[in-house]
């Protein structure tokens, strides 16, 4: 009976009802909507970091990590490569010759960390022939040519088959100086990785080095981020003499702008939440204020006050169950369209680039978040309808039936 009772009191004013159930509804679509379009954007620079900069494991030798010197290198880096793609997990992977110098040409010079890049293997890890936006990719039959990032080349005015001069330090000690022809372009969405990388062949840098055959710092890119944990203690144990990090380790601000963006979602749910509470709040103490003789008379007839207030109670709780599928339907709906064609946010790339984030944003959300979100709603419409079901039971019968 009460059940009949209280449904059919939330449509004897439908406008207000409606409105009520649309608030909740566009709540519960905002939180979905925010709280998939910060996942996508940390997929995002997550996605870019790992392609880009740091794969998802990595090999060094310790002391290279610690002074970043060209002359703590890894031995036999063609059988160390070979040994990497023989594992089952590994997707791809490659070794790099790392350097320190100074890019110097006509216009200017700049500070950059030389890249000594295996072509082949390099673009199957980091996708560095697809990201070239001007001129050509290596050729095997060349020597001594260069990729520059495209926000570099604009800096020092740096055109196709421009001629570069780079200075770095040797095996030996001594500081070497090579000349390098500009072949192409790339872009990655990292404005300032994009600005102090450069790539040369690994086979010119080891050349101008001093010694064959010799990596610094060797890449993996694995089938599942779920594989990492394992693969990295079998490395460790089978190449105790190197240092083997993933990318959280490498990285760790990625760790910290992913806590960053959860902290921040957390607060819009808790900000939403809280302006449903006084939504509702409001709404149901003007639905109870104006049944006050109602109420009254159903009080003097024998209903007691805890039907009374169960009744109120019940009211909102059934105003949050309408609006919780829609709410939930409307933000499904919203983010597997986002997450299939992509949220373009090109006007803003500048911007984004400068933090590693791509224009083009896909929203992603965690299934457990639909849980999560009808709990909050559920309990957001129980706190909500307290106050106005105590401000019912509180009336006095006699006085309620006199009200007009």
């Given amino acids: ?129 697809q990201k070239l936006v001007e001129g050509e990719y290596f050729d095997p039959e060349t020597d001594n040519r260069i990729l520059v990032g495209k926000s570099l080349s604009e800096e020092l005015n740096l055109k196709i088959r421009s001629k570069v001069v780079l200075a770095f330090q040797s095996l030996d000690g001594e500081i070497i100086y090579a000349a390098f022809r500009v072949i192409g372009m790339y872009e990655t969405d990292n404005n300032a990785y994009d600005e102090s990388n450069v790539f040369v062949t690994q086979q010119d840098l080891n050349r101008l080095l001093g010694k064959e055959n010799i990596g610094h710092e060797a890449a993996i890119l694995l089938h599942s981020l779920d594989e990492i944990d394992p693969v990295q203690s079998r490395l460790t144990e089978s190449r105790p003499d190197l240092l083997v990090e993933n990318y959280a380790e490498i990285s760790p601000e990625i760790e910290l702008f992913n806590t960053q963006m959860q902290m921040s979602s957390t607060i819009i749910i808790v900000i939403v939440m809280l302006a449903l509470i006084f939504g509702i709040i409001n709404t149901m103490l003007m639905a109870v204020l104006e049944r006050y003789k109602e109420l009254g008379m159903l009080m003097a007839v024998g209903m007691n006050k805890v039907r009374v207030f169960f009744m109120i109670v019940l009211e909102t709780l059934m105003l949050g169950l309408i609006a919780l599928p829609l709410g939930m339907g409307l933000g499904y709906g919203t983010v597997s369209y986002l997450s299939k064609y992509g949220l373009d946010l090109s006007t803003y790339s500048e911007g984004m680039q400068e933090f590693g984030m791509s224009e083009i944003v896909y929203p992603t959300v965690n299934s457990g978040l639909y849980i999560q979100l009808g709990l909050a709603v559920l309990i957001t419409a129980l706190l909500g309808s307290i106050y106005p079901a105590f401000k019912a039971i509180r009336l006095r019968p006699v006085e309620a039936m006199r009200k007009v």
């Fill in 1 to 129: 009976m009460i059940f009949k009772i209280a449904w059919r009191n939330i449509w004897r004013s439908r406008t207000r009802s409606i409105v009520v159930i649309l608030a909740v509804m566009i709540g519960i679509w905002a939180v979905i909507f925010m709280l998939s379009f910060s996942n996508g954007m940390i997929e995002s620079y997550i996605d870019n970091a790992i392609e880009n900069q740091i794969s998802h494991i990595q090999l060094h030798n310790p002391d290279f990590k610690k002074d970043q010197e060209s002359q703590y290198f890894i031995e036999n880096a063609s059988g160390l490569e070979d040994d990497l793609r023989s594992q089952v997990e590994v997707e791809s992977a490659t070794v790099r010759s790392l350097a320190t110098g100074m890019l110097t040409t006509s216009k200017g010079q700049r500070g950059v960390q030389i890249r000594g890049v295996q072509p082949t293997s390099e673009a199957s890890v980091t996708k560095l022939d």
